[in-house]
């Protein structure tokens, strides 16, 4: 079955610096999904992406889909403790069903 | 803001029993999921469903898994006879619209540990 994989698998970083998490197909990409969950939480809709090539920004977010659609990505500008947790992309595969990708998680030194 | 209830927080069964979670989704949503997601690792897809009935179901959705909306507002999950390694947390997931333009809501989640 379609795998959908997420590098790098943890992230450290010092509050200030940027983050991207790469998402990579071993079939086509249809329709990425992007979930952030809180440690503890549930996992939160941020964005959505369609097109080849698609990029998204949400203030410090960026979003972009790759041309070929086998991969898309995440980038945060100068991370803050609040983007702290986990990063899914995923999958639509089917009509009704999402595959999530293995996920980043983040965390943010103050 | 509508959101996805579910009940209860947290459900500690013992191995072989029936355990039933369960989720409101929002009033006007048309399409339900279920995922499951063990401790540390990522979500996986159970189960979507839509006019009441399975649309799709992944490998995980054996004949031990069985989906409901009894009444109009309530969906749940039911597993007959629980294992081990069913011991994860339960999400349900609520959508107003299907196929790509679908938007998931999720719950806040049941943690389910099987003894």
């Known amino acids: 079955g379609q795998q959908v994989m997420q590098i790098p698998q943890y992230q450290h970083v010092q509050e200030g610096e940027d983050f991207t998490t790469y998402c990579n197909s071993s079939?086509?990409?249809?329709?990425i999904q992007w979930y952030k969950q809180r440690p503890g939480g549930h996992p939160v809709f941020l964005i959505q992406?369609?097109?080849?090539?698609e990029v998204k920004k949400q203030k410090r977010l960026t979003f972009q889909f790759g041309e070929a659609k086998k991969n898309s990505s995440l980038h945060i500008t100068a991370t803050q403790t609040t983007d702290v947790g986990t990063y899914f992309c995923?999958?639509?595969?089917?009509?009704?069903?999402?595959?999530f990708g293995t996920g980043t998680r983040l965390k943010v030194l103050a | 803001e509508p959101e996805v209830t579910q009940t209860p927080s947290h459900q500690v069964t013992q191995m072989g029993q029936e355990v039933i979670l369960r989720c409101v989704p929002i009033?006007?949503?048309?399409?339900f999921y279920w995922y499951r997601q063990i401790l540390g690792q990522k979500v996986e897809f159970l189960v979507s469903?839509?006019?009441?009935?399975?649309?799709?179901k992944s490998e995980i959705f054996d004949d031990q898994f069985s989906v409901e909306r009894p009444d109009g507002s309530n969906f749940t999950l039911k597993i007959r006879s629980t294992k081990l390694e069913d011991s994860a947390m339960y999400f349900c997931?609520?959508?107003?619209?299907?196929?790509?333009?679908?938007?998931?809501?999720f719950g806040a989640g049941t943690r389910l540990s099987v003894l």
């Open positions: 992406l369609v097109k080849s090539g």
């Open positions: 009033s006007n949503h048309l399409y």
């Open positions: 469903f839509y006019n009441n009935e399975i649309s799709e």
């Open positions: 995923a999958d639509l595969s089917g009509t009704y069903k999402y595959i």
């Open positions: 079939t086509t990409l249809s329709n």
């Open positions: 997931a609520s959508s107003p619209t299907s196929g790509g333009g679908n938007i998931q809501y």
